[in-house]
């Protein structure tokens, strides 16, 4: 932490960019409230009970399966008729019923309020990511906000343009920007080569705080929390 410090105040730095997915809420507390929706409209067009649609959405979800989750629903309920694609727009359109801040997020934007320029970076559906900001109600933290699928799917990340984009409208050189998110899969192995600062946040039960990977993909450093890098603002 006392480098990362003496890096921040070498590099002067001007801009702080998160990422959305969890770094500043549960992710996995998304993942659920979209398949209680879907359980539901299922249930009431079936006739089912949503309880059990709703547990064999979870347990599937909590093995590890991603991405074909409604497809693997559908033919464990043997039902043919209905269209995955109904139940994806179902799920990304849905307002989230019990998505909340982490614990340490509203500490970090207050001390980082009117001193840095803050901005969001994020992947996935222009009205899903929306969503979730409204209704975690953080639109007001930000300088700027931007949503990777407005720009096109070729720009999520690992892409940098997104980055680029944001730091001109900041006037800020990227050796000038931190950027904080969970996934070193994703997250960090081009912006590192445009020269920001990067910082993972390895919260104890995040969807990809069990990744180890190789120092080209990996952050320059890692935190359990926010509060870690809150000390190193108070310092700054």
């Known amino acids: 932490m006392i480098l990362l410090l003496k890096l921040m105040k070498k590099n002067n730095i001007k801009a702080i960019i998160f990422d959305l997915d969890d770094t500043l809420y549960p992710e996995e507390q998304f993942v659920e409230s979209g398949f209680r ?26 093995k590890g399966l991603r991405k074909k989750n409604f497809d693997v629903l ?72 931007l949503i990777t699928s407005i720009l096109g799917k070729k720009y999520f990340k690992p892409s940098k343009k997104a980055f680029e984009l944001l730091l001109k409208k900041f006037k800020v050189l990227p050796k000038e920007s931190v950027y904080i998110g969970d996934n070193s899969l994703k997250d960090f192995i081009n912006i590192k080569k445009l020269g920001i600062l990067t910082i993972r946040i390895k919260r104890k039960n995040g969807q990809y705080s069990h990744i180890k990977i190789d120092k080209e993909h990996e952050a320059d450093f890692i935190i359990p929390n926010l509060l870690d890098f809150e000390k190193i603002i108070k310092n700054k």
């Open 37 to 62: 929706i879907v359980s539901k409209y299922i249930s009431q067009k079936y006739k089912l009970n949503d309880g059990e649609v709703l547990n064999i959405l979870k347990k599937d979800f909590k």
């Open 74 to 145: 559908l033919k464990k309920l043997n039902l043919k008729k209905i269209n995955v694609q109904k139940l994806i727009k179902i799920y990304r359109n849905h307002y989230p019923s019990s998505i909340f801040l982490y614990p340490d997020v509203k500490k970090i934007f207050k001390k980082i309020k009117n001193k840095f320029k803050i901005g969001l970076i994020t992947d996935g559906e222009k009205i899903t990511q929306k969503n979730k900001i409204f209704v975690l109600g953080i639109e007001k933290y930000f300088d700027e906000i």
